[in-house]
């Protein structure tokens, strides 16, 4: 996805940004009118939404497919693929944990919001573990898909992904028609985003109306608070992985990293840092062999950031709508996060509607989207930062261990 549109000269991330300053500044000279704000201005915020939840289901059945017909690889590369996935998808779990652990220590500085500009209506029905456990599994094919179910949709496209692997050659269009559908369902996403400036004004500007100032410096507290998350998960979890299984200095890691993560940092987008990456994991001595299998695999379907940064938004929404998350959600947020960040195609502000499937698998409200989207280019570089770091580690101790298995 361009953030550049041709029609449009600013970038989109501008725009969004503008919006927010305008949303702001608007909804608080609209404080005597907020029922006036409410009345005309969030119904186009709404149809911002309904499109965004239109789109989730199907971005999400189609890109996990994608990712996991990729993983089909891993039949040609043998042990590299096997490490690789269990790196990916630990290290994804651990950020989502360490996400939401320091969020929930920031709870207490969020604000509750007056959840009269916002939809969202408490579901008071109570639903045991098992139950939780059964309604994973779909028992219809449309249900999930039109009852925006997502954790049966992810069930789904896993086990249609895999089954399209084990068919192996007979099914090679399959293959061609679900990497075609992603890009078309991405290319929706991307239509859909271009209309993210109008969507974030008209729903952020009732919320401010309503509810004034304070949800500004609530923005900045749930930055610095993925911030810190971004930090410490490079710092100790890289920095461990990479110096115990890659017998590599953190120093020297991030040192030879820094080009990377500078072109990571200013175009939030994992795919188009591809190419700097492997030319500086390779210097970094990963073989050119695992680092042109381990990072664009990364690139797909390994997304740390993005999943500290679903856990933090949905602690930061959850208690902005006065929720409480028992700790049964917040175990499902680690495994939806960590599963959306094989559906996340890494582009700029994919990770924002892959958001909409987190809150969704635990029935919190996607209209809180609206509170952090206006702020998600910063979100996004950090994430990006982090994504790519953590596919370059992953390329050195693949190699590493790899070296010594063939000494
Ligand atoms: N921009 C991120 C990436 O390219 C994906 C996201 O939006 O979280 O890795």
């Not at 810190?228 to 990479?242: D, M, N, P, Q």
């Not at 499902?332 to 960590?338: D, E, K, Q």
């Amino acid at each position: 996805m361009s953030t550049n549109t041709q029609t449009k000269k600013l970038p989109l991330a501008v725009q969004i940004f503008i919006a927010l300053i305008l949303a702001i500044i608007a909804g608080l000279l609209l404080q005597s009118h907020a029922k006036f704000a409410e009345a005309y201005i969030k119904p186009f915020g709404t149809i911002f939404l309904n499109l965004v939840k239109f789109i989730v289901g199907p971005i999400v059945l189609f890109s996990i497919m994608s990712g996991i017909i990729s993983l089909s690889d891993i039949k040609k590369v043998g042990s590299i693929g096997g490490i690789t996935v269990v790196y990916y998808f630990c290290t994804t779990a651990v950020a989502t944990a360490i996400g939401l652990f320091f969020a929930n220590l920031f709870k207490g500085s969020f604000p509750v919001l007056s959840t009269s500009s916002l939809n969202y209506e408490p579901s008071t029905e109570s639903v045991s573990a098992m139950d939780t456990l059964v309604n994973v599994f779909p028992s219809n094919f449309l249900n999930p898909l039109s009852d925006s179910n997502m954790l049966q949709v992810i069930v789904m496209a896993i086990l249609i992904g895999f089954a399209i692997i084990l068919l192996g050659e007979k099914a090679s269009s399959a293959v061609k028609g679900v990497n075609l559908w992603t890009e078309i369902f991405m290319k929706v996403m991307e239509m859909i985003l271009s209309l993210s400036p109008v969507g974030v004004f008209c729903l952020l500007c009732p919320v401010v109306a309503i509810n004034g100032s304070m949800v500004v410096g609530s923005l900045a507290k749930v930055l610095l608070c993925a911030y810190i998350c971004y930090l410490i998960h490079a710092v100790v979890v890289y920095s461990l992985t990479v110096f115990t299984l890659g017998k590599m200095t953190p120093l020297q890691f991030f040192r030879g990293m820094a080009p990377a993560i500078i072109f990571a940092f200013s175009s939030a987008s994992s795919v188009g840092t591809l190419p700097i990456n492997i030319e500086c994991t390779q210097k970094l001595g990963a073989s050119r062999e695992v680092s042109s299998f381990v990072l664009p695999l990364g690139a797909t379907i390994n997304m740390d950031g993005t999943a500290i940064y679903q856990g933090v938004c949905a602690i930061f929404i959850a208690s902005c709508y006065g929720i409480h998350l028992t700790f049964a959600q917040m175990l499902t947020i680690v495994a939806t996060a960590t599963l959306a960040s094989v559906g996340t195609a890494g582009v700029p502000g994919a990770g924002l509607v892959m958001l909409a499937m987190v809150l969704t698998s635990v029935g919190l409200p996607i209209d809180g989207i609206a509170l952090v989207a206006g702020v998600d280019r910063i979100f996004d570089m950090g994430r990006t930062t982090l994504n790519i770091t953590g596919d370059a580690s992953c390329a050195i101790i693949v190699s590493k261990l790899l070296e010594k298995k063939t000494r």
